[in-house]
């Protein structure tokens, strides 16, 4: 069994006013891929590393199945971990780079290159064994780290951002490649990001922090679907949710000048953030809905969003729509109504961005 | 005419060759490293060339008979005779040798746990290192003296040597401390995740890394220990003992007899010969050296 459990764990730094991390308390099921991701600062790499104990727990305790590491040192927890500048040494080889875990538990040489081997042609590295780092590419020396932490056959995985120095378009494919390799393997993993597409394209469930603490932790869907405060709602989801401030009164939601219904079960009276996905506002020419002016079109080939400047109680605000298939986006400068869907409005509170329930 | 001459005005990417104004700067360029290269180069040459001839003729006005006129005897005669040059220079060796290792060990240890290590008080002890550069050893020489003298290691290489590597120190420390700033430490990190404990971090993952850090300590601790005059003269006294600076003085102030200097151009050649073998080996590694960690501070 591999489950890791953080229980009320605090990492604070000496010096440091504000802890890095507060009070973490979350499972991660064996097997499941479990993704870290937030805004820089948030406590998502120092997470990750009181987990691996390269940095100290000031409160709290950390198990890996029955097992209390809290104390454990790093090499004693059975745990690998891939960093985000992969970190391997210059001057060994691609064999040896990979080798080098098993040269420590004190492995034979013969064997240990036999393996190295072996997990160098599941990751397609064997016709570059001999190879030192600084020849490789970016790509290829992130899956030089990846068998170097695979070798060991680790209870759980750490990723630390590994895929933040590729571009784009390598990006895309690698995190689909260890995605499956994972699947695969069927390894706990804990995987840390700070970009939202790659956590919610590969992870089981997702932990969204903030300035030291949790936020939320669902699967990808519900995350997107039911975002529990409007920190996690605008920041999951690309482009971010519309969070415009309104008014709720008597099951009906104002903004602006556009009034929504959002059911009887409302309670809360008064000011609300109203939170709507670009895909949730339909756009119009005339008629009724929030009046603005068109200030940007972004066209993705396969969609197109608009950034529509309005005003809310005589504040300027950017919405952002998103334009539908059927539909061509209207021009820079252009005139146009926006219509919130109804039933597809989050109500957050004001003061402490909470989640209403409708 | 115009014609021709308008196409070599416009020169550069065509191929053609460059503008006047840019020739004229690399001449100039030229001239002055040229310049720079004699003053430094030419008396190290004329005193290779001057070691080579008879002691009459080495203060005689230079000719170019001089060529027709060159001989070992100068180095046979400081190396057998009288003079012995050869314990001078084994004890000389022995000494810097002794330092370059010492100061190279010290420093790679203490700069690793400066480098490293988070402890009250690490700054402040860092600062009091780089301190002891303010203090030339000259002024303490004499308290210096007294307190080797109550271990028993005055008139002793050893004694000598931690001499020298207690004024060495400050500048391996900061040195290394700065070749290790330059290293990741995710590399520590991944190595320690890999089961690697301290020592096994030093010596498998970081040795290789810090070369150029700990060849230029060496370099620098054996230089300074190879060329340091006035503590060997202060804690040396007898003279099987005596460092080559030391014996070279004798030589010069004419304790062997009178003044031969040819002997002493040859004495000087001896004394460069290690220094310039040393740093030949070891330059590439130099320049890294003093300029690892230059961007991180």
Redesign the interface.
């Known amino acids: 069994m591999s489950q890791v459990h953080y229980d009320h764990v605090t990492c604070r730094y000496?010096g440091s006013t504000s802890p890095a991390v507060e009070g973490l308390s979350l499972e991660v099921g064996d097997g499941e891929l479990m993704v870290f991701v937030g805004p820089s600062g948030c406590g998502k790499t120092t997470s990750l590393r009181v987990l691996?104990g390269?940095e100290p727990v000031s409160a709290g305790t950390i198990r890996i199945g029955d097992r209390d590491v809290t104390e454990v040192?790093?090499?004693q927890r059975d745990?690998?971990?891939v960093?985000?500048?992969y970190?391997l040494?210059?001057?060994l080889s691609v064999l040896d780079n990979i080798a080098?875990?098993l040269r420590?538990?004190g492995m034979g040489r013969s064997e240990r290159r036999a393996r190295a081997a072996e997990t160098a042609k599941l990751l397609g590295l064997e016709a570059m064994v001999d190879r030192k780092p600084g020849h490789l590419s970016g790509g290829e020396r992130q899956r030089v780290a990846m068998g170097?932490a695979l070798v060991?056959e680790p209870a759980v995985f750490l990723m630390d951002e590994p895929l933040s120095n590729l571009d784009a378009q390598l990006r895309v494919s690698t995190r689909a490649q260890i995605s499956e390799l994972q699947a695969r393997l069927g390894i706990t993993t804990v995987y840390v990001t700070h970009d939202q597409v790659e956590a919610m394209t590969m992870g089981d469930r997702v932990a969204v922090l903030r300035d030291g603490r949790l936020q939320q932790v669902d699967a990808p869907r519900v995350l997107y679907d039911r975002p529990v405060n409007a920190f996690v709602a605008g920041f999951i989801g690309s482009p971010a949710m519309n969070l415009l401030p309104a008014t709720l009164e008597a099951g009906t939601l104002r903004i602006g000048s556009v009034t929504v219904p959002v059911g009887d079960g409302a309670t809360h009276h008064g000011p609300v953030l109203a939170g709507i996905r670009p895909e949730s506002i339909a756009l119009a020419g005339d008629g009724e809905g929030l009046a603005g002016k068109v200030t940007l079109v972004e066209e993705l080939g396969s969609e197109a969003y608009v950034h529509v400047m309005t005003e809310l109680d005589s504040d300027p605000v950017t919405v952002i729509a998103r334009v539908r298939d059927d539909e061509t986006a209207p021009a820079r400068g252009e005139q146009v109504r926006l219509h919130p869907t109804a039933g597809a409005v989050h109500l957050f509170g004001v003061d402490d961005g909470r989640r209403i329930e409708d | 005419m115009s014609a021709a001459v308008a196409p070599a005005a416009r020169a550069g990417r065509s191929g053609e060759p460059a503008p006047r104004r840019r020739s004229n700067g690399t001449i100039l360029y030229v001239m002055a490293g040229v310049l720079v290269v004699v003053v430094f180069v030419v008396p190290l040459l004329w005193a290779v060339f001057r070691s080579f001839q008879p002691s009459d003729l080495v203060t005689a006005y230079p000719t170019w008979k001089d060529f027709s006129h060159l001989t070992f005897s100068n180095y046979s005669g400081i190396f057998g005779g009288d003079i012995h040059l050869w314990r001078y220079v084994a004890n000389s060796l022995m000494v810097a040798l002794g330092t370059g290792v010492l100061v190279t060990v010290v420093a790679t240890l203490a700069g690793y746990g400066l480098a490293r290590f988070r402890f009250r008080g690490s700054n402040l002890v860092f600062a009091l290192i780089l301190v002891t550069f303010m203090v030339p050893f000259q002024a303490v020489l004499t308290p210096l003296f007294i307190e080797l003298g109550a271990f028993g290691l005055t008139d002793s290489r050893f004694g000598l040597i931690l001499f020298y590597t207690t004024f060495n120190l400050p500048f391996g420390v900061f040195v290394m401390r700065n070749t290790f700033l330059a290293v990741p430490t995710q590399l520590e990190d991944s190595a320690r995740m890999d089961g690697a404990g301290t020592l096994r971090v030093l010596v498998l993952v970081l040795r290789p890394l810090i070369v150029p850090g700990a060849a230029t300590t060496m370099l620098y601790a054996f230089l300074a220990a190879w060329t340091e005059f006035l503590g060997a003269l202060t804690f040396l006294t007898k003279a099987n003992l005596l460092t080559l600076p030391v014996g070279l003085y004798n030589l010069e102030a004419g304790n062997f007899g009178e003044l031969n200097y040819g002997y002493l151009m040859a004495g000087a050649v001896v004394s460069m010969v290690p220094c310039v073998v040393l740093f030949i080996a070891l330059q590439r590694y130099y320049v890294q050296g003093l300029t690892s960690g230059a961007l991180k501070g």
């Open positions: 000496a691996a390269l040192p790093p090499k745990i690998a971990m960093f985000q500048n970190a040494y210059p001057h080098f875990p420590i538990a170097r060991r």
